[in-house]
């Protein structure tokens, strides 16, 4: 295990690292880390906090991990970070952990976290999400799998960014984002579907053409028809969906109740309701 620490890391006499992690220069891990196999942690990379990091990780020079929440409301409660397997997590990348005691910040498996990154307190980032360079997730954002954001966005606290949708650089989310959307601007839009993502997916011919035409249909429905939104949000509830649509009436559903944020809105004909 020593051959794989640089001497000029500083390692709490608890922090637990399996015999594989490698450490680089002047990293400081805190006692109450733990770090799984063949992860590498780069120069000065901080690690701190109730912060648990699975297999197979690269953490970058400069990024820090587990650092006490920004959360004014935080009150020095136990609570933790926790980063899956065989993630990047690029230079500078900022991951706090939790507001109150027992919470979590998690992030799954196979994700990129791309430079100056910054994952506020009580984010959930699933699994296969790229985040470029810059962004910066405020408290309680909430990321589905496969979804993209581009560079120097900022999401507003408690968004809710769903499956395979594509957020275009330099965006200003202040609602939550439809799986399958493309969505940008400041004001943001939904610009269409993620054409590109869907093919990229890898479902069977058969079920990636029907995904993309009901997709399409749905668009059409939501964002360029007279009805207003709730009018073709309910309307949805009499097609027989492909498994995508029907994860997107569930997404756009739940996001329509009373305590959520509600939903980007797209180009209407009318302006009387942009949901």
């Not at 004014?72 to 990047?88: F, H, P, T």
């Not at 093919?199 to 079920?207: A, C, D, N, S, V």
């Not at 399409?216 to 509830?237: I, M, N, P």
Request: aromatic residues 6%.
């Amino acid at each position: 295990m020593t051959t794989l620490i640089h001497p000029t890391a500083v390692i709490a006499p608890g922090a637990e690292l399996h015999p594989t992690v490698e450490v680089g220069p002047y990293a400081v891990i805190g006692e109450k880390v733990s770090v799984g196999p063949n992860t590498v942690i780069g120069a000065h990379v901080v690690l701190d906090g109730r912060t648990e990091i699975g297999a197979r990780n690269q953490i970058f020079p400069g990024a820090a991990i587990g650092l006490e929440s920004q959360d004014q409301k935080y009150d020095g409660s136990i609570n933790l970070v926790k980063l899956g397997d065989d993630n990047i997590i690029r230079e500078y990348v900022t991951i706090n952990r939790a507001t109150r005691a027992g919470e979590a910040t998690e992030i799954g498996d196979h994700n990129l976290l791309m430079a100056y990154v910054h994952v506020a307190h009580n984010c959930v980032i699933e699994d296969h999400v790229i985040v470029s360079n810059a962004v910066s997730l405020a408290g309680h954002v909430w990321i589905e799998p496969y979804a993209r954001v581009g560079g120097m966005t900022g999401v507003h606290q408690f968004v809710h960014i769903g499956r395979l949708a594509m957020v275009g650089a330099m965006s200003r989310i202040d609602r939550d984002v439809p799986p399958y959307m493309l969505v940008e601007g400041s004001p943001p839009r939904v610009r269409g579907i993620n054409q590109v993502g869907v093919q990229r997916y890898g479902l069977p011919p058969e079920e990636e053409a029907a995904t993309l035409t009901q997709l399409k249909q749905v668009f059409r429905q939501l964002y360029r028809s007279s009805l207003t939104f709730g009018e073709a949000l309910a309307q949805l509830d009499d097609l027989e969906a492909t498994p995508a649509v029907a994860h997107l009436r569930r997404f756009l559903q739940a996001s329509s109740q009373a305590d959520r944020r509600g939903t980007i809105p797209g180009k209407r004909p009318s302006t009387k309701d942009e949901g």
